[in-house]
Structures are given as structure tokens and as C-alpha cells.
């Protein structure tokens, strides 16, 4: 008989999820809330997510959707029969994080591109400042939320980290550089 694992990374939560066909927006909802937190798609209407606290609210944002839509869910705790099985879902959990830290590396170049366009073009306003600086703050957003559901440390996150300290160092050069154009007056011109 195989023993059962009980280490860390070996207890999962299994949802199994049977929504209406129509209206699609249910199961648009419920993949979104599912998409959001991390939650590894399985099959049709089966997803997966390590048991740990991290993703509570989200599991029950997804259970109250489905409920509200008339569908049926079932939350299973699961774990591998062996730690090959363990391993195996743990590598398709951090492969699936490693493509959302892939995502946010790709952003992040294009934040760094954008700020160096607007140094080039001389575009110092305090308008284009300001988008530079919200854009700044949804990578901090998203890096948080893939910190916070990496559970396993995909290898792309410390690169990562790196990579937003580096955005927030180009979003600051460009703000000195917006207010210095701007309380430059017309006699420092000459």
C-alpha cells in the first residue's frame, strides 16, 4: 500500500464546478474569480489550489458565484497518494506561476520602453507623469497578488522583484525630470 503524503505542499483543495449553459457571463465570472487568484485549471469546471489560507476568500468569492448562478459545486480536500504526486502538482502550480511572472516581466519592459519614449520625446507633463505613475502602481498591485499566491517561489519571482525596483527607479528619474521642465521658468531657458 502507498503512504499517503502529509507535507507541506501536499494538501490541495479540488473544485469541481457545474454551472448552467446560458447565461454565459456565470461562467465568465466564476473562471475570472478562479483566473484571478491562481486557481490551476484542471479539466472542464475542475480547478485546484494549494490549501493554505492565501486563498480562502477567493475559493468562497468563486463558491458564492456559483451559487448565485445555480450551479453546483463540490470543494474537495485532496492530497497525492505518494510525494511523485505531490511533486507533480506542485511543478504544474509553480509552471502556471512562472507564465504569470513571465507576464508581468514582459509588462514591466513595457513600462521601462514607455517612460524612455516620453524622455525622448520630451513629453514632461504633469498629466503623462501621473498615467506613468498608475501604471507604476497596478505592476506594484500585480506583484503583490503573484508574491502572495506564489506559494511554491517560482523561479522568475526574485527577477521579478528586481525588475519592479528597476520601474520604480525610471518612474522616479521621470518624475524629477517632469518637475524640473515644469519650474524651469523662461529666463533659466537662456
Known amino acids: 500500500m502507498t503512504k499517503l503524503n502529509r507535507g507541506p505542499g501536499s494538501r490541495w483543495l479540488v473544485l469541481v464546478i457545474k454551472l448552467p449553459a446560458e447565461p454565459s457571463r456565470h461562467r465568465v465570472a466564476v473562471w475570472r474569480e478562479l483566473r ?63 507564465e504569470d511572472w513571465t507576464e508581468f516581466l514582459a509588462d514591466c519592459g513595457k513600462f521601462e520602453a514607455e517612460i524612455a519614449k516620453e524622455i525622448r520625446v520630451a513629453k514632461f507633463t504633469l498629466a503623462e507623469l501621473e498615467e506613468e505613475e498608475q501604471s507604476l502602481e497596478r505592476l506594484r498591485r500585480w506583484h503583490r497578488d503573484l508574491t502572495a499566491r506564489d506559494v511554491f517561489g517560482a523561479p522568475e519571482a526574485a ?32
Not at 520604480?168 to 518624475?175: I, K, L, M, Q
Request: aromatic share 6%.
Open 159 to 190: 527577477e521579478a522583484g528586481e525588475r519592479l525596483k528597476r520601474c520604480t527607479t525610471v518612474c522616479e528619474d521621470y518624475a524629477e525630470r517632469v518637475f524640473r521642465a515644469l519650474h524651469q521658468g523662461p529666463e533659466q531657458d537662456r
Open 36 to 98: 484571478r487568484i491562481g486557481a490551476l485549471s484542471l479539466g472542464q469546471g475542475v480547478w485546484a489550489v494549494p490549501d493554505v489560507p492565501v486563498f480562502a476568500d477567493g475559493i468562497a468569492r468563486a463558491l458564492e458565484l456559483t451559487e448565485q448562478s445555480g450551479g453546483q459545486a463540490v470543494t474537495l480536500n485532496a492530497s497525492g497518494r505518494g510525494p511523485e504526486d505531490a511533486a507533480r502538482f506542485q511543478a504544474m502550480f509553480t509552471a502556471a506561476r512562472s
